[in-house]
């Protein structure tokens, strides 16, 4: 997993726990208010379920990434799961932007393949498109038959 989409979901974390206890902080002035200035009901009741799907997201994102995210492709259903409940219930919070922006940066760690012990190494020097300039001279000439030009260039791409 790319560092940089690591200590996003981190960052994700941090601000839906930080939702939750602002969450908390508004139902409890919601019951502290007097019934005349209280907003409706359902606004508790979303609250609540905003609570509920907060804590989800904290522990869906948590599973995404333990063990350094090491395991992130093969519980990539964890962080697609968190992802949606954080935009069902506020699209514009920061945990939602952060998940979104995540999703565009790539994890994919590009590791430059070690060489087999059976190939061939270049000792000559010469780069493919020189070798690729002789085996096109040598084939113009007459010195080597479209097979062999064919298998030489196979094996230099």
Request: hydrophobic content about 50%.
């Amino acid at each position: 997993m790319n560092s940089t989409k690591k200590y996003l979901i981190i960052t994700a974390i941090i601000t839906s726990i930080l939702g939750i206890a602002y969450d908390i902080y508004d139902i409890v002035m919601w019951f502290m208010a007097e019934p005349a200035y209280r907003s409706s009901t359902f606004y508790v009741v979303f609250a609540f379920l905003e609570i509920v799907a907060s804590i989800a997201i904290v522990v869906l994102l948590t599973l995404a990434i333990w063990k350094g995210g090491v395991l992130f492709r093969q519980r990539y259903g964890y962080y697609m799961t968190a992802l949606v409940l954080s935009i069902i219930f506020n699209l514009f919070s920061v945990t939602s932007v952060l998940l979104i922006i995540t999703m565009f940066i790539s994890d994919w760690v590009w590791v430059k393949p070690e060489k087999e012990e059976g190939a061939t190494q270049n000792t000559s020097g010469k780069s493919k498109e020189e070798k690729i300039a002789e085996l096109r001279k040598l084939k113009d000439d007459g010195k080597i038959s479209e097979e062999e030009f064919s298998q030489e260039l196979m094996k230099l791409l």
